[in-house]
């Protein structure tokens, strides 16, 4: 009796533990992936990357420099083929001159127009060689169109003529007459400066360097038809 008793405990405990096992929960914990909650999808514009390429960046774009062409007379390139250099009528449009430095008489003016120069350059204009500090004159009423430091030319005036139709250049000055301004009117015999030798003149050779060019529609002080001064100034006055 005792013996049936035991067997039907054992069957008893048994079967609870077989419910036990079959009724135990997963574990997810044991090598099973659970996967990350989703996520909402970024909205474009809110600073999210959305997977999309990047816009491409616009070149930036250059601005020309509006400023013109820092040109002179000493930088000219050659002319090209066309009638001669320096033939041009311009008697109508020019005022009798004065010649430019004090102390130079017609018969020591030299005619230095068409001088070879280097790279292949013409000299459009003329020397005039006088001691360093000597007085420039205006050569003719007009006014003071540009002041301008050139690297050939060294301290320079461009003048126009009273019309308007005809510049006048001096160049490699010592120094501007006191209070010259641009746009100052200008009377023939006005100081405006002194000889020198600066930009590529050569110290131990003071001179000025006078072109007169009749101007284009456009009145540019950079450009022109340069033509000969010499027979100008031949008949001027000290």
Not at 12 to 31: R, S
Not at 181 to 188: K, N
Request: charged fraction near 20%; hydrophobic fraction near 40%.
């Amino acid at each position: 009796m005792r013996w049936l008793l035991a067997f039907m405990f054992g069957c008893l405990i048994g079967a609870a533990v077989v419910i036990a096992v079959l009724w135990k929960p997963a574990d997810h914990g044991e090598g099973v992936a659970v996967p990350p909650p989703s996520l909402p999808e970024p909205v474009p514009g809110d600073g999210a990357v959305t997977g999309a390429p990047p816009a491409s960046v616009p070149a930036p774009v250059e601005t020309p420099d509006p400023s013109p062409p820092r040109a002179d007379p000493h930088t000219r390139a050659p002319r090209p083929a066309g009638p001669p250099r320096g033939e041009l009528d311009a008697t109508p449009l020019i005022p009798p001159l004065r010649i430019p430095v004090d102390g130079v008489g017609a018969e020591d003016l030299a005619d230095t127009w068409g001088d070879a120069r280097g790279e292949g350059r013409e000299h459009d204009a003329i020397d005039i060689m006088a001691a360093r500090g000597t007085p420039v004159r205006a050569v003719a009423d007009g006014h003071v169109e540009k002041l301008f430091d050139s690297v050939p030319g060294g301290l320079t005036i461009y003048q126009f003529d009273a019309a308007g139709a005809v510049a006048f250049y001096y160049a490699h000055l010592d120094r501007y007459a006191e209070g010259l301004v641009e746009g100052a009117t200008l009377r023939q015999g006005d100081v405006i400066g002194y000889v020198g030798s600066t930009g590529n003149a050569a110290d131990d050779a003071p001179h000025l360097h006078f072109s007169v060019f009749v101007l284009g529609p456009e009145r540019h002080w950079w450009e022109g038809e340069a033509i000969n001064p010499y027979p100008l100034l031949r008949g001027g006055s000290e």
